[in-house]
């Protein structure tokens, strides 16, 4: 179970929901979602994934998941400049929502920024950063498509508790499989509730609050 977690919830794995998510909200053609989520997978998975395979196949890295906390940096550098390039191209190919999309882009480039700062001398959950990321974005996408917060209501917060408990089970399943300590996969969440946190608030200052209703 622990392993079927940690991999259905992998950081590659994750652009993929998003972007379609987001898409989705934003766009009304199928031809425009496609191609935003054309561009988000492959630079902020396809290629990230690529460039990992050949490192362990080259033996720059001990696995795909890289316990060594000393090998993790150059991964991170390179994964980090495919993001970039990813978000860039959201606004080059004069999306309509192009700034919005790159916006949430720049979140995950961000915070793999600061993990990778960290790792320099601690080994951080990119998992745990990763799914809660994910997690505050896809709650904030849930809401008006005029980019606000949920209104506060019994459906946001079943969503809000649905998307804890995944947040907790990606946690537990880095201990239960020896990947991370449970001071790593803390230190991830929190880090990662509020960097995006303050990322939204500084990419979208308008953002409201719903009422209960």
Do not use: C
Request: net charge positive; no cysteine.
């Amino acid at each position: 179970m622990a392993r079927f977690i940690t991999n259905l919830f992998n950081p590659l794995v994750l652009p993929l929901g998003l972007f379609w998510y987001a898409a989705a909200r934003l766009e009304a053609e199928a031809a425009t979602i496609l191609l935003v989520v054309g561009n988000g997978v492959l630079f902020y998975a396809i290629i990230p994934l690529i460039i990992l395979l050949l490192m362990r196949r080259y033996k720059l890295v001990d696995g795909m998941e890289v316990e060594q906390r000393e090998l993790r940096l150059r991964p991170f550098i390179y994964g980090i400049l495919s993001m970039l390039i990813g978000a860039s191209l959201f606004t080059v190919i004069g999306l309509q929502n192009g700034e919005i999309y790159q916006a949430l882009g720049m979140i995950p480039i961000v915070n793999a920024m600061l993990a990778a700062f960290i790792t320099l001398r601690w080994k951080i959950s990119i998992h745990a950063m990763s799914i809660t990321t994910a997690a505050i974005v896809l709650f904030y996408l849930s809401g008006p498509v005029t980019m606000q917060w949920p209104p506060l209501s019994y459906a946001a917060a079943g969503l809000a508790l649905l998307l804890s408990v995944i947040i907790v089970a990606v946690q537990w399943s880095r201990i239960v499989l020896n990947y991370h300590t449970t001071a790593q996969v803390i230190a991830g969440v929190i880090l990662a509730v509020i960097l995006t946190l303050l990322q939204l608030l500084l990419y979208f200052p308008t953002l409201q609050i719903g009422i209960l209703v």
